[in-house]
């Protein structure tokens, strides 16, 4: 059974820093994307950050430059390092991973349950 499992939210003061971690665990076949998204209150989820396998990035403009996302694909882990946090990056963050089933060529998406960063201005 394929599991992402976030950690590493919490409360922090404007201009602080959190580091966001994902583990993606089970029977996952070939690991592509491993993205971090957000929502917040009465907003639609949005990417903030994701990285495909052979290593490539992208952000949204609003982090870029305070956020940083990296990946172990040994460990099927993906990071997330938020500095200089703003009261606007308040959301459930929720990590992405995406498999591929070379055999049925199928890609399939699986989301963690999200965790809380809230940052107090």
């Known amino acids: 059974q394929a599991q992402v499992v976030e950690s590493g939210g919490g409360l922090v003061q404007a201009g602080g820093s959190l580091r966001l971690s994902c583990a993606a665990s089970?029977?996952?076949?070939?690991?592509?994307?491993m993205d971090w998204y957000r929502q917040a209150p009465g907003k639609q989820r949005e990417l903030v950050a994701g990285t495909t396998d052979e290593g490539r990035t992208n952000y949204d403009p609003s982090v870029k430059g305070r956020f940083t996302i990296s990946r172990d694909n040994a460990k099927n882990t993906v990071h997330l390092q938020m500095n200089s946090l703003k009261p606007e990056d308040t959301a459930v963050y929720y990590c992405?991973?995406?498999?591929?089933?070379?055999?049925?060529?199928?890609?399939?998406?699986?989301w963690g349950q999200g965790t809380q960063v809230t940052v107090s201005s």
């Open positions: 089970g029977s996952f076949l070939s690991i592509n994307a």
């Open positions: 992405r991973v995406t498999d591929y089933d070379y055999a049925r060529k199928n890609e399939y998406e699986y």
